[in-house]
């Protein structure tokens, strides 16, 4: 009968060297828990239970390991005993917690773009999604560099949070955003993160990257920045500044303007052709009176009529002649407002910048004097430890 120390060494053995293993398959996970040779033991029992208390397994074992096949992540408990020559059981270990994780490529489920100026010290990113898992990393990429979080916490397997270091002296420009669970199981998602010298800037930035993947705007909105904002303020004034700044008040008030200054030249306009009527009129009027010698009178207030009206037409002339020179100046800035809040609004495309430094992580390569060789990624939490598994998902 095996007496408790070698039950005490026997677990210690086995908490020593868990292992993680590759997928058995697309539609299953499988991965072993291997122990150290028992000297003297013509078998093991080893019985598993899951985090409800329900016992999972209990089975004879001949060797040194067992396929554990589907579980799935979660903390479990299992505890063993040597049978020996004789064909008994000897007395079980104490219950012992492990936990299975299985590293799947990690998802998010909201198409966020995430803002970074240089006026933050550093800035927090909101992970939604779902396979967060301990260790990941996030990182921000842009010409192959890569640029890790100087810290990420995992609040579930469904929310993190990132903490990205801001250095002023960084250069602008959009990045992609790259989630790695263990065992390369990584998500990249292009353009997911913008650095922009203050935080309005690279808020309007974010929302507009977010129209581009909810296809509100062609992908091509960076490409061809001045042909679509010029485009769109010749057709409506303002409206090609609204496209490329995101702002409402110059699709409002520029047209508003135009109109305006169009309805006041129309109003001068049929005023200049009344008053150009009156005076063709009263000339006629006149040429009628003067061969007369008793209309005298009436021609001298015909003549006066007459002055009035080319005044007054002369008068609308010139109001009709500043509003079209007033309408076409601000035809003229609007096409040119146009033109530089392109200009303002284009992300350049640069070499990303420092964020902080790369989160040190210790993977352990244990070699069992039993002669298995096989690297092993091994994380210790309290009393329990975990083995990380991965699945093609």
Same mark, same amino acid.
């Given at each position: 009968?095996?007496?408790?120390?070698?039950?005490?060494?026997?677990?210690?053995?086995? #908490?020593?060297?868990?292992?993680?293993?590759?997928?058995?398959?697309?539609?299953?996970?499988?991965?072993?828990?291997?122990?150290?040779?028992? %000297?003297?033991?013509?078998?093991?029992?080893?019985? &598993?239970?899951?985090?409800?208390?329900?016992?999972? *397994?209990?089975?004879?074992?001949?060797?040194?390991?067992?396929?554990?096949?589907?579980?799935?992540?979660?903390?479990?408990?299992?505890?063993?005993?040597?049978?020996?020559?004789?064909?008994?059981?000897?007395?079980?270990?104490?219950?012992?917690?492990?936990?299975?994780?299985?590293?799947?490529? @990690?998802?998010?489920?909201?198409?966020?773009?995430?803002?970074?100026?240089?006026?933050?010290?550093?800035?927090?990113? *909101?992970?939604? +999604?779902?396979?967060? &898992?301990?260790?990941?990393?996030?990182?921000?990429?842009? +010409?192959?560099?890569?640029?890790?979080?100087?810290?990420?916490? &995992?609040?579930?397997?469904?929310?993190?949070?990132?903490?990205?270091?801001?250095?002023?002296?960084?250069? !602008?420009?959009?990045?992609?955003?790259?989630? %790695?669970?263990?065992?390369?199981?990584? *998500?990249?998602?292009?353009?997911?993160?913008?650095?922009?010298?203050?935080?309005?800037?690279?808020?309007?930035?974010?929302?507009?990257? %977010?129209? &581009?993947?909810?296809? $509100?705007?062609? $992908?091509?909105?960076?490409?061809? @920045?001045?042909?679509?904002?010029?485009?769109?303020?010749?057709?409506?004034? +303002?409206?090609?500044?609204?496209?490329?700044?995101?702002?409402?008040?110059?699709?409002?008030?520029?047209?508003?303007?135009?109109?305006?200054?169009?309805?006041?030249?129309?109003?001068?306009?049929?005023?200049?052709?009344?008053?150009?009527?009156?005076?063709?009129?009263?000339?006629?009027?006149?040429?009628?009176?003067?061969?007369?010698?008793?209309?005298?009178?009436?021609?001298?207030?015909?003549?006066?009529?007459?002055? !009035?009206?080319?005044?007054?037409?002369?008068?609308?002339?010139?109001?009709?002649?500043?509003?079209?020179?007033?309408?076409?100046?601000?035809? #003229?800035?609007?096409?040119?407002?146009?033109?530089?809040?392109?200009?303002?609004?284009?992300?350049?495309?640069?070499? +990303?910048?420092?964020?902080?430094?790369?989160?040190?992580?210790?993977?352990?390569?244990?070699?069992?004097?039993?002669?298995?060789?096989?690297?092993?990624?091994?994380? $210790?939490?309290?009393?329990?430890?975990?083995?990380?598994?991965?699945?093609?998902?």
């Amino acid at each position: 009968m095996w007496n408790k120390k070698a039950i005490v060494l026997f677990i210690f053995i086995l #908490i020593g060297f868990p292992i993680w293993g590759e997928p058995d398959g697309e539609e299953g996970t499988q991965h072993q828990l291997r122990w150290m040779e028992v %000297e003297g033991a013509t078998g093991y029992v080893l019985e &598993i239970k899951n985090s409800s208390g329900y016992l999972v *397994l209990s089975e004879k074992v001949k060797g040194t390991s067992y396929d554990l096949v589907n579980y799935t992540s979660g903390v479990y408990e299992h505890r063993v005993a040597v049978i020996n020559k004789l064909g008994k059981v000897g007395s079980y270990s104490d219950w012992v917690k492990f936990e299975v994780v299985v590293s799947r490529v @990690p998802t998010l489920s909201k198409d966020s773009v995430y803002s970074v100026s240089k006026e933050e010290k550093e800035k927090v990113f *909101l992970l939604e +999604g779902k396979d967060f &898992i301990h260790p990941m990393k996030v990182y921000m990429v842009t +010409g192959g560099k890569r640029i890790p979080a100087k810290k990420v916490v &995992i609040e579930s397997d469904s929310i993190a949070k990132a903490t990205f270091a801001v250095d002023p002296d960084t250069d !602008t420009g959009i990045y992609d955003l790259v989630l %790695e669970n263990p065992r390369n199981k990584t *998500l990249t998602v292009k353009q997911r993160v913008v650095l922009s010298d203050s935080k309005e800037r690279a808020n309007n930035f974010a929302k507009r990257q %977010e129209r &581009i993947i909810r296809k $509100e705007i062609p $992908e091509d909105y960076y490409e061809t @920045p001045y042909w679509s904002t010029l485009w769109r303020s010749s057709v409506l004034p +303002g409206w090609g500044q609204k496209y490329i700044d995101g702002k409402d008040w110059k699709l409002y008030s520029y047209p508003a303007i135009a109109i305006s200054a169009v309805a006041v030249y129309a109003n001068s306009y049929n005023r200049f052709l009344a008053a150009r009527s009156d005076y063709q009129s009263a000339v006629i009027l006149g040429a009628v009176l003067a061969d007369r010698a008793d209309t005298q009178v009436l021609w001298l207030l015909n003549r006066n009529n007459a002055e !009035t009206s080319f005044n007054r037409a002369k008068s609308e002339l010139g109001v009709i002649q500043a509003g079209a020179g007033l309408l076409g100046a601000f035809l #003229i800035y609007n096409l040119v407002d146009s033109y530089f809040s392109a200009k303002r609004n284009v992300a350049t495309y640069e070499q +990303g910048f420092p964020l902080g430094s790369e989160n040190q992580r210790v993977y352990a390569s244990m070699v069992p004097e039993s002669g298995i060789s096989q690297s092993k990624l091994v994380r $210790e939490v309290g009393s329990r430890y975990q083995i990380e598994i991965s699945s093609r998902f």
